[in-house]
């Protein structure tokens, strides 16, 4: 499945901390700015009751929508049945990429290492999130870009700002997207603040490729 089948703005809003009772109003700014993927971090508050709120609001035809910091199998069994079609994880775990892979989600496993990202891939897994990206640098996410299959989706985790010296060198060097996270939103933040940073991020990506 390809990283890119719901979306031609390929950024991932990365949610920690959100809330149920916040969720659908976060997510209508996002949207409207022009996000298709929304990942709600487990360990935010009841993180499996915003998910399912998500899913029911927005379906999963046009958008991914789903969790993050997604770590064992109970986990994903959880997530799948909130009809969600997204999975990423901090971390490459074989059984859970490949639990995912197989009920058709879209995943984003973490990955720093070349035996990491060969082991993901081998599990199925089409997209990898260098996490955190400040340990691969942009050498390195090039490097291991040149031994991947080429059809391997690599975004860069961690640190990204809405800048095009932020975004441009990884763009450059072959990354699909980007995961943003306290960068784009904080529990804190009101939906005018979350708004302007999503439209920010949104016109520089779009500005650098």
Same mark, same amino acid.
């Given at each position: 499945m390809s990283?890119? @089948?719901?979306?031609? *703005?390929?950024l991932i809003a990365i949610l920690r901390g959100v809330t149920p009772?916040? *969720?659908l109003d976060v997510a209508s700014v996002l949207v409207t700015a022009g996000f298709t993927k929304i990942e709600v971090p487990l360990n935010s508050p009841k993180a499996i009751e915003s998910i399912r709120l998500l899913v029911k609001e927005y379906g999963t035809k046009n958008f991914e929508?789903?969790?993050? @910091?997604?770590?064992?199998?109970?986990l994903v069994e959880?997530?799948?049945d909130t009809g969600a079609n997204l999975v990423v994880t901090p971390n490459c775990n074989v059984e859970v990429i490949k639990t995912a892979v197989d009920a058709g989600c879209i995943t984003y496993p973490g990955v720093v290492t070349p035996t990491e990202a060969f082991d993901a891939v081998h599990a199925g897994a089409t997209n990898l999130k260098l996490f955190p990206i400040s340990m691969v640098g942009?050498?390195?996410?090039s490097a291991m870009k040149s031994v991947l299959?080429?059809?391997i989706a690599l975004f860069p985790v961690g640190g990204i700002?809405? @800048?095009?010296?932020?975004?441009?060198?990884?763009?450059?060097?072959?990354?699909?997207?980007f995961g943003l996270g306290s960068q784009l939103y904080?529990?804190?933040m009101s939906l005018d603040e979350i708004s302007r940073k999503a439209n920010a991020f949104v016109k520089t990506y779009t500005a650098v490729i």
């Open positions: 990283s890119d @089948t719901n979306s031609e *703005i390929p009772q916040t *969720i929508l789903g969790a993050g @910091t997604v770590t064992r199998l109970d959880q997530v799948l942009v050498g390195g996410m299959p080429p059809d700002d809405a @800048t095009s010296e932020s975004m441009s060198p990884y763009l450059n060097k072959g990354a699909k997207g904080k529990p804190s």
